[in-house]
């Protein structure tokens, strides 16, 4: 067994965001292990979302097609994914981390003789060669290692990464397109045990942070409900979104689709700007994939200064209006 399959997973007929994350560790575990990395996307009529995936560093692109995989269900995913996996015999299969993967990516490693490796944040290499996984426990109070132990030859690992853990902005493009080949897997109607239904959503969100390029969050520090005005101005300025820790969401002094954190969303941007925000551990776990975090604090010891690449100790009274003032002057 060798190489890396990741699948990708779509919504509303286009890759997820989360699916090219996937596939940047993918591709990193690939680097590591000095092995091929190849993608899988399921469905019918894929084409074109294969052909996007065969636009990244990639060996192969499987279009895995069948009627019964026009719309999603546990056991028609996990039947083709079986076909394939046999056929292919990856020795690791990651995936996004997403309520559809928690749906069918267990039983899927069951059949193999597998667990899954659920929400990795890291994947490092092992003294010995192969590599270690890195979970959260307890909110992300703690880190755990997993050192997978193959249950049997022809039995891969499976693991899906956690959403802002790895940079879709990372992935290695393709030189030339990755050939697409496509496989159609045996799946009878009667092995389909439930009703194709509406995949799971969680509350609809008015603003989705997932996909703003450049985020100003802010925290307890700003004191009152009437100061946040301040830090909105500074959003506006930077053209970004506002966002907050899990305090100024409990208030009800932003609605709580803005909070980010382990019970709020997991964002990404290439700018977090922290307002106020001391870094507990349970806001830390939605921002630590910011690619550069800014942070404003005044006191010198707050944690999140720990994991800033720039901070400024302060009053964010006074610092937030003349950084807004700054950002207004330097875009005349």
Same mark, same amino acid.
């Given at each position: 067994?060798?190489?890396?399959?990741?699948?990708?997973?779509?919504?509303?007929?286009?890759?997820?965001?989360?699916?090219?994350?996937?596939?940047?560790?993918?591709?990193?575990?690939?680097? @590591?292990?000095?092995?091929?990395?190849?993608?899988?996307?399921?469905?019918?009529?894929?084409?074109?979302? /294969?052909?996007?995936?065969?636009?990244?560093?990639?060996?192969?692109?499987?279009?895995?097609?069948?009627?019964?995989? @026009?719309?999603?269900?546990?056991?028609?995913?996990?039947?083709?994914?079986? @076909?394939?996996?046999?056929?292919?015999? %990856?020795?690791?299969?990651?995936?996004?981390?997403?309520?559809?993967?928690?749906?069918?990516? &267990?039983?899927?490693?069951?059949?193999?003789?597998?667990?899954?490796?659920?929400?990795?944040?890291?994947?490092?290499?092992?003294?010995?060669?192969?590599?270690?996984?890195?979970?959260?426990? #307890?909110?992300?109070?703690?880190?755990?290692?997993? $050192?997978?132990?193959?249950?049997?030859?022809?039995?891969?690992? #499976?693991?899906?990464?956690?959403?802002?853990?790895?940079?879709?902005?990372?992935?290695?493009?393709?030189?030339?397109?990755?050939?697409?080949?496509? #496989?159609? &897997?045996?799946?009878?109607?009667? @092995?389909? $045990?439930?009703? %194709?239904?509406?995949? #799971?959503? *969680?509350?609809?969100?008015?603003?989705?942070?997932? /996909?703003?390029?450049?985020?100003?969050?802010?925290? $307890?520090?700003? $004191?009152?409900?009437?100061?946040?005005?301040?830090?909105?101005?500074?959003?506006?300025?930077?053209?970004?979104?506002?966002?907050?820790?899990?305090?100024?969401?409990?208030?009800?002094?932003?609605?709580?689709?803005?909070?980010?954190?382990?019970?709020?969303?997991?964002?990404?941007?290439?700018?977090?700007? /922290?307002?106020?925000?001391?870094? /507990?551990?349970?806001?830390?776990?939605?921002?630590?994939?910011?690619?550069?975090?800014?942070?404003?604090?005044?006191? %010198? *010891?707050?944690?999140?200064?720990?994991?800033?690449?720039?901070?400024?100790?302060?009053?964010?009274?006074?610092?937030? %209006?003349?950084?807004? *003032?700054?950002?207004?002057?330097?875009?005349?």
């Amino acid at each position: 067994m060798s190489g890396v399959l990741v699948v990708a997973e779509c919504r509303n007929g286009a890759l997820t965001r989360t699916s090219f994350e996937a596939l940047a560790a993918g591709q990193s575990l690939a680097r @590591q292990l000095a092995t091929d990395c190849s993608a899988a996307v399921l469905g019918a009529g894929i084409r074109s979302l /294969a052909e996007e995936l065969g636009g990244k560093q990639l060996v192969k692109v499987f279009a895995v097609e069948h009627p019964l995989l @026009q719309q999603y269900t546990a056991d028609g995913t996990t039947i083709a994914l079986q @076909q394939l996996i046999e056929k292919l015999a %990856p020795a690791y299969v990651l995936f996004p981390h997403t309520y559809q993967v928690r749906d069918f990516a &267990p039983a899927l490693a069951t059949r193999f003789g597998q667990v899954l490796i659920s929400d990795v944040i890291a994947i490092h290499p092992d003294t010995s060669g192969g590599p270690t996984f890195v979970r959260q426990l #307890f909110q992300g109070k703690l880190n755990a290692d997993y $050192r997978p132990v193959p249950q049997a030859a022809d039995a891969p690992c #499976f693991a899906s990464i956690q959403a802002g853990a790895f940079r879709a902005d990372a992935l290695e493009p393709a030189s030339s397109p990755a050939p697409i080949e496509s #496989f159609s &897997p045996s799946i009878e109607s009667a @092995q389909i $045990r439930t009703a %194709p239904s509406a995949p #799971f959503r *969680e509350a609809a969100h008015t603003v989705d942070l997932t /996909a703003a390029p450049v985020i100003v969050s802010v925290g $307890r520090g700003v $004191r009152e409900q009437e100061n946040i005005a301040l830090v909105q101005a500074l959003a506006d300025a930077l053209g970004a979104e506002l966002a907050a820790s899990r305090p100024i969401c409990d208030a009800g002094w932003l609605p709580m689709e803005r909070q980010v954190g382990s019970s709020g969303q997991t964002v990404s941007p290439k700018l977090y700007l /922290a307002v106020g925000i001391s870094g /507990a551990i349970q806001h830390l776990v939605g921002m630590k994939g910011s690619k550069t975090v800014i942070a404003i604090n005044k006191d %010198p *010891e707050a944690p999140i200064f720990e994991i800033a690449d720039y901070g400024i100790v302060g009053d964010l009274m006074e610092v937030v %209006p003349a950084l807004t *003032e700054a950002v207004k002057a330097a875009k005349q």
